[in-house]
């Protein structure tokens, strides 16, 4: 079945530093999606992509579209404390979403 | 803000028994999911529903399994002869077209 790659699985940054994931797919996505997690909770939308090469924002996130349509990564700027969490790229494929393998974020003060 | 309600919060069932996953999604919204997430692992589709009908479902979903939308506002997961490994969270979802909403998830532990 398709599969979404994330990298890196996990990361532990400190506070105030920039943070950079990806997500990559030997499958073609026409929009692709991230969520946040935190534990115990549901998956929480951030960003949504729906065309190659976009790039869109949202507060301190940025997220990009790839322009094969196969990857796409996350930014987060200047990270605080409340951004640790799971992040899942998920890439919509006709009626349903593929989640991604996760990156795993653990931000010091 | 609306949001997907899950209910319960967490199940305890005995291997072999039927369980009953509740879910009222956003009240405009047409599509519905159901997902679920082993511990520790990524979170993986089970089923679609739109117009009253599964419109996709994955190998996750075989005849134990079957979804209803009972009464225009409650969308159910049935599990009908739960086993060990189907111990998880289930997380509902629901959208207009392409942004999918999750709810708080049931954690259902099979013993």
């Known amino acids: 079945g398709q599969q979404l790659n994330q990298s890196p699985q996990s990361m532990f940054i400190q506070e105030g530093e920039d943070v950079s994931m990806n997500c990559t797919s030997s499958?073609?996505?026409?929009?692709w999606l991230w969520y946040k997690q935190d534990p115990g909770e549901g998956p929480v939308l951030l960003i949504a992509l729906y065309k190659a090469g976009e790039l869109t924002s949202n507060g301190r996130l940025t997220a990009q579209f790839g322009i094969t349509r196969k990857d796409s990564f996350l930014n987060i700027s200047a990270s605080i404390p409340s951004d640790v969490g799971i992040y899942f790229c998920a890439g919509q494929m006709s009626d349903k979403l593929i989640f991604g393998t996760g990156t795993r974020l653990q931000v010091f003060p | 803000e609306p949001e997907v309600t899950q209910t319960p919060s967490h199940q305890v069932t005995q291997m072999g028994q039927e369980v009953i996953l509740r879910c009222v999604p956003i009240s405009n919204h047409l599509y519905f999911y159901w997902y679920r997430q082993i511990l520790g692992q990524k979170v993986e589709f089970l089923v679609s529903?739109?117009?009253?009908?599964?419109?996709?479902k994955s190998e996750i979903f075989d005849d134990q399994f079957s979804v209803e939308r009972p009464d225009g506002s409650n969308f159910t997961l049935k599990i009908r002869s739960t086993k060990l490994e189907d111990s998880a969270m289930y997380f509902c979802?629901?959208?207009?077209?392409?942004?999918?909403?999750f709810g708080q998830g049931t954690r259902l532990t099979v013993v």
């Open positions: 979802a629901s959208t207009m077209n392409t942004e999918a909403f």
């Open positions: 529903f739109y117009n009253n009908e599964i419109s996709e």
């Open positions: 499958s073609i996505f026409n929009t």
